[in-house]
C-alpha cells in the first residue's frame, strides 16, 4: 500500500494514514487502502481493536484532497461523496471497536474520518473543523449525519456554518473527544484503553456496538443519501469552482 500504515501487536491493530506531504489528506487511492485495510482487520481473528491515526504531529487527516475534488463534476463528486460514506460506515459497522487518535488537524474529510470510530482520543495540538463552507461545497463523508449526534445541533450548524476551527480543550468541552492527552501521551493513551478492551468479552462488545449504532443509524441512511445529493449538487455552482481555485491557490475565496 502507498499510503497506510498497519502494525499489528498484543491483539491490537494501529492504522496509519501515511501521506504527511499532502497532511495526509484523502484522496480515491488512500479511501480504496483505507477500505481495504478494514475489510482486511475485520476478518483477523488476532485483532480485537483497531487505533486510527495519522503520520506525523501536524494532521490526522487534513481533509479530502482538493486538488482531485476541484476538478468533479456533479455526478463525479456524487459518487465521491458515496465513497467516502460507504468506507467510514464500514467503520462504524465493524465488529471491532475503532478508536481514532486525532494529532493535530481534523478537518472536513478528517472529522468525518474520526466521527466514524467509536470514539475519539485528541492530542493537545488537534484542531477540528468542517470547513467546506469556504469552498463552497458541504461535508460530504457523513458530516451531517454524525455531527449533530455527537455534539448537538445547535452547535453542529455554528461548526458547519462558520467553518470556523475549534481547539482539541473546546473538542473536549463539546463532547466530540473523550479526552485530551499531550503529543507524546497520545498513541500510549490509545493503547492503554485499547489494552483494556482486549481484556473484555468480543461478543459482549460487538453485540454492544451492534445494538448502540442500530439504536443511533434509524433512518441515517436517508439522511447521507441527501448529503451525497447536495454534495454533487454543489459543484454545479460557481462556488465550488472560486472555492476550490482560492484554495489551490493560496488566497481568500471571493464568494459573489
Do not use: H
Request: proline share 3%; charged share 25%.
Amino acid at each position: 500500500m502507498n499510503n497506510i500504515l498497519v502494525e499489528k501487536k498484543d491483539k491490537i491493530a494501529v492504522v496509519t494514514i501515511n501521506r504527511p506531504k499532502a497532511l495526509n489528506a484523502l484522496n480515491s487511492e488512500t479511501l480504496g487502502e483505507i477500505e481495504q485495510v478494514v475489510l482486511e482487520l475485520e476478518k483477523d481473528d488476532e485483532v480485537r481493536v483497531v487505533i486510527l491515526t495519522g503520520s506525523g504531529e501536524k494532521a490526522f487527516v487534513a481533509g479530502a484532497d482538493i486538488a482531485e475534488m476541484s476538478t468533479l463534476n456533479t455526478v463525479e463528486a456524487y459518487d465521491f461523496g458515496k465513497r467516502g460514506q460507504g468506507v467510514f460506515t464500514l467503520i462504524e459497522n465493524s465488529s471491532k471497536p475503532y478508536i481514532a487518535a486525532v494529532n493535530g488537524f481534523a478537518l472536513g474529510g478528517g472529522l468525518e474520518l474520526s466521527l466514524s470510530c467509536d470514539f475519539r482520543i485528541a492530542s493537545d495540538n488537534a484542531k477540528f473543523a468542517i470547513p467546506e463552507v469556504t469552498l463552497g461545497v458541504i461535508p460530504g463523508f457523513g458530516g451531517t449525519q454524525r455531527l449533530p449526534k455527537i455534539v448537538g445541533l445547535g452547535r453542529a450548524k455554528e461548526m458547519l456554518t462558520t467553518g470556523a476551527m475549534i481547539s482539541a480543550e473546546q473538542a473536549d468541552k463539546w463532547g466530540l473527544v473523550n479526552r485530551v492527552v499531550t503529543q507524546e501521551e497520545l498513541l500510549p493513551a490509545c493503547e492503554e484503553v485499547a489494552k483494556k478492551i482486549t481484556r473484555n468479552s468480543a461478543y459482549a462488545i460487538t453485540g454492544g456496538l451492534k445494538a448502540m449504532n442500530e439504536a443511533n443509524q434509524i433512518k441515517q441512511e436517508d439522511g447521507l443519501e441527501i448529503e451525497a445529493l447536495m454534495f454533487g449538487k454543489a459543484f454545479t455552482y460557481p462556488d465550488q469552482k472560486e472555492g476550490m481555485a482560492a484554495f489551490l491557490e493560496k488566497r481568500r475565496a471571493n464568494f459573489k
